[in-house]
């Protein structure tokens, strides 16, 4: 964010979550940084938040980024797309087949930080894109997330397992 939101002065971007002890140092370094490129009014930390606050900062924010190393599943996307956010992804875990590349985000390669600066660029360019991403998140997690069809599958594991023939 530091390289890309000099470049977008309509954007701020928004960090939560918790540093544990053991990462204060590295939250200090990245404040000192975030400071020294004067952008400490634009760069927030909110913190880890209450679950009853989450779906307020997804329906103000534009895009959401989830960018970790490793993520076996992974509901942030889906909660994001669900509130009508564009995401940006790192290739790992379900990642891959929750965001749809050019339609309700982009993937990049973990550990890649100019990947990351270039995807998030890419939509910050065109702010209309960003809105119909959303749009195509929120039918995506409509028409494949849903809570009826996620019940469906866990029912058709069990018919499988259990070698129940379907009424």
């Known amino acids: 964010m530091i390289e890309v939101l000099p470049r977008f002065p309509d954007f701020t971007a928004i960090i939560t979550g918790q540093a544990l002890a053991e990462h204060q140092s590295y939250l200090r370094a990245m404040e ?3 400071r020294a490129a004067g952008l400490s009014e634009r760069i927030v930390f909110l913190g880890n938040l209450p679950a ?16 970790p190393r490793y993520e076996p599943f992974g509901i942030t996307p889906l909660e994001a797309m669900a509130s009508g956010c ?14 749809e ?50 019940a469906e599958g866990i029912a058709q594991v069990y018919r499988a397992v259990l070698d129940v023939k379907q009424p």
């Not at 564009?86 to 965001?99: K, N, Q």
């Open 32 to 34: 000192d940084k975030i």
């Open 52 to 67: 009853d606050e989450i779906p307020r900062w997804y329906q103000n924010v534009a895009i959401m980024v989830a960018c």
């Open 86 to 99: 564009a995401v940006v992804a790192s290739r790992t875990g379900a990642f891959e087949y929750i965001v």
């Open 101 to 150: 590349p050019g339609q309700t985000g982009a993937l990049i390669p973990t550990d890649d930080a100019q990947a990351l600066a270039d995807a998030i660029s890419v939509l910050m360019q065109e702010p209309d894109k960003i809105a119909l991403m959303g749009q195509a998140g929120r039918q995506r997690v409509a028409a494949e997330f849903s809570i009826e069809k996620e």
